[in-house]
């Protein structure tokens, strides 16, 4: 099991910026990939950034050149720095971490942390 807590979220206006933590615990050396996802009420959640075990980051188009992903692995932890936010940029932002034991593939999700861009 991986536990994970969220913190960073809050109120910005536009074209602010905002830094989102997430420190995973439990069955730490298990974990591959970690990332972020967002949802905003009656919609799909969607992918926003992602990281590998080494460091290879992916980005949703919509984040790209805006926000950045990184990731300490000696203090399990990840992060996402969020700038030059848009409205459009406010959900609930839900840190990921993904296991893959005998192929199975497990997903564990943080409680999550509003993020609302308006002036």
């Known amino acids: 099991q991986v536990q994970l807590v969220e913190s960073g979220g809050g109120l910005v206006q536009p074209g602010g910026s905002l830094r989102l933590s997430c420190a995973a615990s439990g069955s730490i050396f298990s974990i591959g990939a970690m990332g972020w996802y967002r949802q905003v009420s009656g919609k799909q959640r969607e992918l926003v950034a992602s990281i590998t075990s080494g460091g290879i980051g992916n980005y949703a188009d919509s984040v790209k050149g805006r926000f950045t992903i990184s990731r300490n692995n000696a203090k399990n932890t990840v992060s996402l720095q969020m700038n030059s936010l848009k409205p459009e940029d406010t959900a609930v932002y839900y840190c990921?971490?993904?296991?893959?034991?005998?192929?199975?593939?497990?997903?564990?999700w943080g409680q999550g942390t509003q993020v609302t861009v308006s002036s």
């Open positions: 990921n971490a993904v296991t893959v034991r005998a192929g199975v593939r497990s997903d564990y």
